[in-house]
């Protein structure tokens, strides 16, 4: 089922399901290639979030600024391969959503443990807004704040499960958005976590 959280924000509950065991083990071949690491922002804050990446490219922050690199910083070498499944459940969410021709350059994959959260923020590293984000939640589920154009913008809270797939573009490609510190809890197949993966056009 899809559902419109604002204008260019679709929500398709449990469209990810079918694929669950396939994702879970490519997450895991990645991780093996490029772990889970927590990055320093800008400011030289250590994020609670730990990200990897697969694709072409991949999103880094250090405390030279942010930055879409074809190389993981810790190894020197390129990110993993995006697996077929990842880009192809990408383009048919987007298209559902009514992005159809999607074709994501680069995934970030961010796990969360309870506690960590993302604060308020706008993606805006990416060259082409016109091209939508696509959102894959897995493991524990979350509470992810959707704002305005604007920082002080209220926000709306929405609760993200196991499976869930939200698309991102048009006017809401632009929203502030965060995701609320993670409850504890365990899930069936990820445990003590939640795995968002991001699916962007960067370039
Ligand atoms: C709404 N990640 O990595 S994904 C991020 O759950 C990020 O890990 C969150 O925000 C997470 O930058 C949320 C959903 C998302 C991504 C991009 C958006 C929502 C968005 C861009 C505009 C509006
Ligand atoms: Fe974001």
Same mark, same amino acid.
């Given at each position: 089922? /899809?559902?419109?959280?604002?204008? *260019?924000?679709?929500?398709? +509950? *449990?469209?990810?399901?079918?694929?669950?065991? %396939?994702?879970?083990?490519?997450?895991?071949?990645i991780t093996?290639q490029a772990p889970f690491r927590r990055m320093v922002t800008p400011?030289?804050?250590q994020m609670?979030?730990a990200m990897t990446n697969c694709g072409s490219l991949g999103w880094v922050t250090d405390r030279s600024g942010y930055r879409y690199d074809p190389v993981d910083p810790e190894s020197g070498k390129p990110w993993p391969? #995006?697996?077929?499944?990842? /880009?192809?459940?990408?383009?048919?969410?987007?298209?559902?959503?009514?992005?159809? +021709?999607?074709?994501?350059?680069a995934?970030l994959i961010?796990?969360? %443990?309870?506690?960590? =959260? #993302?604060?308020?923020?706008?993606? +805006?590293d990416?060259?082409?807004?016109?091209?939508?984000?696509?959102?894959?939640?897995?493991? &524990?589920?979350?509470?992810?704040?959707?704002?305005? &154009? =604007?920082?002080?913008? =209220?926000?709306?809270?929405?609760?993200?499960?196991?499976?869930?797939?939200?698309?991102?573009?048009?006017?809401? +490609?632009?929203?502030?958005? *965060?995701?609320?510190?993670?409850?504890?809890?365990?899930? *069936?197949?990820?445990?003590?976590?939640?795995?968002? &993966?991001?699916? /962007?056009?960067?370039?």
């Amino acid at each position: 089922d /899809r559902e419109q959280l604002a204008p *260019g924000a679709v929500i398709l +509950r *449990g469209f990810a399901r079918p694929h669950e065991t %396939e994702l879970i083990a490519a997450i895991g071949a990645i991780t093996a290639q490029a772990p889970f690491r927590r990055m320093v922002t800008p400011g030289g804050h250590q994020m609670s979030v730990a990200m990897t990446n697969c694709g072409s490219l991949g999103w880094v922050t250090d405390r030279s600024g942010y930055r879409y690199d074809p190389v993981d910083p810790e190894s020197g070498k390129p990110w993993p391969p #995006m697996p077929p499944l990842f /880009r192809e459940l990408a383009e048919q969410a987007a298209t559902d959503a009514g992005f159809p +021709r999607f074709a994501p350059d680069a995934c970030l994959i961010n796990r969360y %443990e309870p506690g960590a =959260k #993302m604060s308020l923020h706008q993606d +805006r590293d990416e060259r082409d807004i016109g091209a939508p984000i696509v959102s894959v939640s897995l493991g &524990l589920p979350a509470t992810f704040l959707f704002g305005g &154009l =604007k920082r002080t913008d =209220k926000t709306q809270r929405y609760r993200l499960v196991h499976g869930d797939i939200v698309v991102w573009g048009g006017p809401a +490609r632009l929203a502030f958005h *965060g995701v609320a510190p993670l409850p504890d809890g365990e899930h *069936g197949l990820l445990g003590r976590q939640r795995v968002n &993966l991001t699916f /962007r056009r960067a370039r």
